[in-house]
């Protein structure tokens, strides 16, 4: 270990870090994780359904009810329940304005969770009625969280940065997917091909909603676990990067009334946006304090390589960037997780504990396993290579064993997410003899 100036400087900066939130805002425990644990059970029926489903993902019938069932289960019922939970949380936490009550929360999400359950019964039975009303019960759904969201962040005295936008834009965009949804359905039962309108419904919902709202996602989580900060020029890449996904949803939107070939503009602007996000992210993360290397960003890393493969085959609009593209979000999620379930669980343990608040940033740490992102890292490749042989190969073996590696990835998150409760649970039930001698 080096005592000479500069890791004297990096200690005092370490020693002087504090993480830029109000964890005191922050929603009781119950309200994240109905999400997350709804969330998890959306992606093993999925898993065992594309297991199930295999010889049909395997030719490429993309049209058929057995994959359009799979594809909604996963981007429904994991990837937006899983970012909706998340944002119950930290928005009030970022943006410092009290969470929404219990009651809404509690109620906006089994008005969601009924919805996508009616949706996906629909699309397996083939009920219009079904999809029909489950369908408005989504968008009604959908658009009770998002004002929930909208109103939190219109009362935040936070600057008006390029986060602040980006989860609103991402926002925006959600709501975009179910109206573009919504006209799609229409579209088909007038007789008419889903041919130019479902590439772009998938664009919004993959870019839009989730590709927004990761990038940035990334403008706030990656400076936190590199205990770092963007230099202006690496911020303006970053926000660059949000402009570039934006612009190339709007160019899909533009397509509608045009070409395919407007789309693969679209798919360069995004593609463009992931490489601005990759470039300026690392620098941030070499150039952090933090003790040791969180090996979070190594899942983070194989998540945004993965991502860059998905970007890179919407260029010819592959139907690959769909899958690499799911692969790459569930590899994100699931990475970080394994540091923001701690962070929700120790931000609940630190309320009976005395000291700063903030001190859960810390206690957090205590509670994470540290080789768990890269589990989730080697996983995550792996189920992504076999879906893509799958299809590359026409081999319904390999898509079943990606959908088997899908259903290990969640049972090692689970018993991830299931340690870091009872770590604690543990540190919880400690915390009077833990604080009593403190003033």
């Given amino acids: 270990m080096g005592t000479g100036p500069e890791a004297r ?4 900066r370490r020693a002087a870090y504090k993480p830029s939130i109000n964890v005191a805002q922050a929603p009781p425990l119950g309200v994240p994780l109905l999400y997350v644990a709804a969330a998890y059970g959306f992606l093993v029926v999925a898993a065992v359904l594309a297991v199930v489903n295999a010889p049909w993902l395997a030719r490429g019938d993309y049209a058929s009810p057995r994959v359009v069932l799979v594809v909604h289960l996963v ?3 994991f990837l937006s329940m899983t970012a909706m939970g998340l944002l119950q ?4 936490v970022v943006w410092d304005v ?3 009550s219990m009651r809404r929360a509690a109620g906006g999400f089994a008005g969601y969770a009924v919805a996508v359950v009616g949706f996906a019964w629909g699309i397996a039975h083939q009920q219009g009625m079904v999809l029909a009303v489950s369908g408005i019960l989504l968008a009604a759904a959908i658009v009770w969280w998002s004002t929930g969201v909208l109103t939190q962040l219109a009362h935040s005295a936070k ?6 936008w980006g989860v609103g834009a991402a926002v925006l965009g959600f709501n975009a997917t179910w109206m573009l949804g919504l006209f799609l359905a229409l579209w088909l039962a007038a007789g ?3 041919g130019p309108v479902l590439p772009v419904h998938i664009a919004t919902a993959l870019v839009g909603w989730l590709g927004l709202l990761v990038l940035t996602v990334q403008l706030k989580l990656t400076p936190m676990f590199a205990m770092s900060k963007a230099t202006p020029a690496e911020s303006r890449h970053l926000n660059l990067a949000l402009g570039l996904a934006g612009a190339g949803v709007l160019t899909a939107w533009v397509s509608l009334g045009t070409s395919s070939t407007v789309e693969s503009v679209g798919a360069g602007l995004w593609t463009a946006a992931v490489l601005l996000t ?3 992210s690392v620098k941030i993360i070499r150039r952090g304090t933090s003790p040791r290397f969180d090996r979070v960003f190594v899942g983070v890393a194989a998540a945004w390589g993965l991502l860059a493969a998905a970007a890179a085959a ?3 609009l592959d139907p690959l960037a769909v899958v690499l593209a799911f692969w790459g979000f569930i590899t994100l999620i699931f990475s970080y997780q394994a540091r923001i379930v701690p962070f929700i669980v120790a931000v609940s343990a630190a309320r009976r504990l005395a000291g700063p608040p903030f001190g859960a940033f810390y206690l957090a740490q205590a509670l994470q396993a540290a080789n768990q992102p890269v589990v989730t890292a080697v996983l995550g490749w792996v189920g992504a290579v076999l879906a893509v042989l799958g299809q590359v190969r026409a081999s319904p073996g390999c898509d079943a064993a990606s959908g088997l590696t899908l259903l290990i990835l969640v049972g090692w998150q689970v018993g991830g997410v299931a340690a870091a409760l009872r770590r604690g649970r543990a540190g919880a039930m400690g915390a009077p003899a833990a604080g009593a001698g403190r003033p």
């Fill in 9 to 12: 400087d990096a200690g005092s």
């Fill in 75 to 77: 981007t429904l019922g």
């Fill in 89 to 92: 949380q930290w928005v009030p």
């Fill in 98 to 100: 009290p969470a929404l």
């Fill in 159 to 164: 600057p008006r940065d390029a986060v602040y």
């Fill in 192 to 194: 008419r091909s889903a």
């Fill in 278 to 280: 990759i470039i300026p």
């Fill in 314 to 316: 919407s260029l010819w």
